[in-house]
Each structure stands twice: as C-alpha cells, then as structure tokens.
C-alpha cells in the first residue's frame, strides 16, 4: 500500500434519521384528529418517553424552515407527530400501475416499515450534491426510498415542504430510475458476487481513511486490488434505505454512493466509474 498522510476533509452531511426533534402541524382532513387520538393511545413504552423529551422545547414548529432529518427523525419515531404530517387521504400508487388511497394513520403505520439497516445512503452525480442536501433550505420535495437491488424496484415515500413544514404527499412503487439502473444492475452484482467484485477493481483502488492514532489526520494512498479485502466496508445490498432529492445524474459515468450511519456520524464515500461499458471501483473514503 502507497501511503501518504494529509488533514482529513470531513463532508459533514445532515444526516437524516439522526436528529432528535419533533412538533406539532396541522390537521389537513377531517377525521384525522380521531385516528391520531387513537395512535396516540397505542403508542408503546419507548415512544411515550420520546414525546416526555420534548419539554426540553424540542419542536419543529420553532422553525421558520424544519430540517429534513429533524422531521423524518419525529416521522418515523412519533406516531401521533406522523398522523398529523400526512395528507389524507394519502394517494398510493402499485408497480403494477393500480390506484389506491389509505385514509388513515392507522393503516399507514400497519404499512410502513422501514429495512432494519442503520445506513441510508445517497447516490450522487458529483460532490457538488452533497453540497446540495447540506443546505437543506434549498429543498422542496424528497423522496424516502426503499431500494432493492434484486428486483429493481423502489418503494417511495414523497415528501414536500409547505411554508417551511414537511409533509407525505404520495406513495408510489416503481421500478429504479432510469438514469441510475444500469449502474444498479451492476452495482447487485459487485455487492453479491465476490469473484465478480474483484474483477471490477480498479488496478489501483485510491484510499483516505481515518487514522486511529490521530483523530485530525487522515490516511491517503492507493491499495492493489488484491489488498481491497483487507479494507472493504460492508456495503449496502438487499433493500436499503436512500434519499432522492432531485439529484441529476447528468454524467452517467461516474457515480459515487454514500453511505450514511444513521445512530454515528460515520460515512464511506465509494466512487465508481464506467470505463469502455465497464463499471468499476476507484476509490473509497471513510
């Protein structure tokens, strides 16, 4: 392994799922009031002591404009705060192309289950991107998305921010996006097929860690691909969690997939890129 030492360049990204705030909005159909009472009531031990926390004055509805990881935050911790931030009735559409509306918060938390992973991972374009999801402000629609890379379909969940508050406005089932499904075909089997993996390294895999001995530097260099094992991360595979915040794939060639803790502030940053109709793997960053 080449190696040379250098400052870390930390990307701090909001990180969604990890923020611990909540609040109240609006109701928006007329009886979600009695369905949120009644999830109110069923809410368990762990949840009853999210909502004491809040007197600490925690709330969403503080903010002239809510952060998207302190909302999905309360979304997916907080049934009563859930009930009040989606539209019902919440139209609902099927891979197969069928319609269907749920109508109650109820029903929706019966349905909503998210992989049991403790990642989301972004799938970006560029590094301007991260940028991008930085400035939240800049955000208007987001889409929660379960990705399978086995059958290649997304499940999603679309978010949009009213005067300044977030809110479900749709759950859609569709197959992967275009700009990103020859990439993921490739990508399902760099992640299930080791012998596969090792022949879409690159000759030289560039590396930057963190170095253990010294929290403000880091570790560069470049590794043979024979070497990746040593330091491979787990990656992403099966169904995994992402967020879709419009990003363009403008350059379908070069495509880095991050991957975010959602309980720490650990990231692994991979860059792939398509040389002569092959993907491969060029660098990693954690």
Known sequence: MTVVRKVAVASVLTLVLTAVSCGHGN????????????????????????????DDGLSLGEREIEVFGDFIFAFTHNGRFQAERIRFPLHVVELDGSEDAIRSGKRFRSEFQLPGNDYYTLILGNRYQMDVFQNDSMLTHVALQILSTEDMTSLNYNFRRTDGRWYLES??????????????????????????????????VALTMDDPEDGEEGIEGTIDRDQWPVFRPEMPSGQFVNIDFGQVIAHPHRILLLKCGISNSMMDIFTFQQNEGQWKLTSYEN
Do not use: K, W
Not at 27 to 54: I, K, N, P, V
């Open 171 to 204: 759950r859609t089932h569709t197959h992967i996006n275009p700009q990103i499904v020859d990439f993921m075909h490739f990508y399902h089997q760099f992640v299930t097929d080791t012998v596969f993996q090792q022949d879409r390294l690159a000759q030289q």
């Open 27 to 54: 109701t928006s159909a007329e009886g979600e009031t009695t369905d949120t009472l009644q999830m109110e009531d069923s809410l368990d031990e762990d949840t009853t002591e999210f909502l004491a926390e809040l």
